[in-house]
């Protein structure tokens, strides 16, 4: 072949691999991608929700320990990896967003739409998500109540967007590719994007971002957790504080000596302990993490008193309670625990974590940790369990 007409065979193999980027097939590709990972984040989403509002059908489960560890933190993994995934899928459906004429037809309107809350909820999910874990809160609504109501908004239009294009992908996927694409070498720096680029790109910046972030669950990334909102490793005693004493009004607790921790009953008898009274009660060791909601735990050894023979010892048997803390400000003062849970061997009344006595910001003198429970849940600066 002459070299011009070799060119021009180059350029337009070239010039097709670079629209390959906007074609169904790369559309398909990445649509995929981004709904097994918002799939996941809604599964952990929902087992958060259920973990912190449990139905009467529900009772959480008291193990495996480091479940909501997991569930959480692949809430997060998922979600910041779906922030590439979801501009890459913006990026390769672009020109039919911005297309003339933008309607054709009824069904057509109603699919886009039905775009609408599909990204606008989409963005609005990953843009407040990562605000949250970042600790930036510039709205006025309560993150996870927003947070909620969004997730379902686009999980509906998710489920009417893929019946609708379930045919497409089908099709897309099953048909061999417009030809081979050209090897990365010869495409020059200014010869644009080929489908093969963008996924890579992609999934690398996803792999990234993965990387720089997960350090703050999965321990033996915490080298390279450059980004991470959190180091689990660092905060009085080696852990992390969301709340500190003086943030919730319970400086000086541990130290107070006339601190009671009163059990109380259903009929308004109450038996209240001394500091030096729960001291004496038998001890229990347990190794369990400090799981946020945002993501982030860590692990530590715990020693205290099992909440079943706190029970025993104020003279009641096995049931739900109501665990309260002396915390004067903000939000979460207050938890429950089912009576499996209460009754678990490792629920326990901190009085110890890695061999000390509580600092202050970890809940001094007393916390609630038991297992598998969002870091919200075990109450610091515990005063009172109301049996209910
Ligand atoms: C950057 C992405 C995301 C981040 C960083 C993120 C972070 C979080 C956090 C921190 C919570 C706990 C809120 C709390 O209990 O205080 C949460 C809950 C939740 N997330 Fe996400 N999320 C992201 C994306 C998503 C996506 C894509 C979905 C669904 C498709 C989703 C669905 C949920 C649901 C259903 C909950 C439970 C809300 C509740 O307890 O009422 N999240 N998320």
């Known amino acids: 072949m002459a070299p011009a007409l070799l ?8 010039a097709a691999a670079r629209r390959q980027v906007h074609d169904t097939r790369t559309a398909s590709i990445l649509g995929l991608a981004l709904g097994a990972s918002f799939s ?38 998922c979600g910041l990896a779906s922030i590439p995934l979801l501009l890459a899928k913006l990026f ?13 037809g009824a069904v057509d309107a109603m699919e886009r739409i039905g775009l609408l809350p599909l990204v606008g909820g989409s963005l609005f999910l990953l843009v407040t998500g990562a605000a949250n874990i ?17 997730a379902w908004l686009v999980v509906g239009a998710m489920l009417i967007h893929v019946a609708l294009k379930m045919p497409t992908v089908r099709e897309s996927l099953r048909r061999p590719t417009a030809g081979p694409e050209p090897e990365p070498t010869s495409v020059g720096a ?28 999965v321990p033996f990334l915490r080298r390279v957790t450059a980004l991470a909102p959190r180091r689990p490793d660092i905060g009085p005693q080696g852990l992390p504080v ?45 190794e369990l993490p400090i799981a946020c909601v945002e993501g982030w735990s860590a692990s530590a050894a715990w020693t205290g008193v099992r909440v079943a023979d706190l029970l025993s010892a104020a003279g009641r048997g ?27 061997p490792d629920c326990l009344l901190a009085l110890e974590v890695n061999g000390e006595p509580l600092d202050a910001d970890h809940g001094a003198p007393v916390r609630l940790i038991a297992p598998n429970r969002p870091g919200v849940l075990q109450t610091k600066w515990v005063t009172r369990l109301e049996v209910t």
């Open 242 to 286: 969301n709340r500190s004493a003086s943030a919730a009004g319970t400086t000086g607790l541990g130290e107070d000596p006339s601190y009671r921790l009163v059990v109380a009953g259903p009929d308004g008898s109450e038996r209240a302990f001394t500091l030096g009274e729960l001291r004496a009660l038998p001890r229990h060791g347990a």
């Open 318 to 344: 096995p049931s739900a309670l109501t665990v309260r803390s002396a915390q004067r400000a903000g939000l979460y003062g207050s938890s429950e625990l089912s009576a499996d849970a209460a009754a678990a």
């Open 190 to 217: 200014d010869d644009g994007l080929t489908r093969r680029g963008l996924i890579l790109t992609v999934a690398g910046t996803a792999g990234l971002l993965t990387l720089v972030t997960a350090g703050q669950t």
């Open 134 to 150: 970042a600790h930036w809160y510039p709205w006025r609504f309560f993150f996870p109540v927003g947070h909620w109501w969004a």
């Open 7 to 14: 060119d021009r065979v180059e350029d337009a193999r070239l």
């Open 40 to 77: 996941v984040c809604l599964l952990t989403g929902l087992y958060s929700h259920l973990l912190q509002q449990p139905p009467s059908w529900f009772t959480p489960p008291t193990g495996p320990a480091g479940l909501y560890r997991f569930t959480q933190g692949l809430h997060v993994i």
């Open 92 to 104: 390769a459906v672009s020109p039919q967003l911005w297309r003339r004429p933008p309607v054709r």
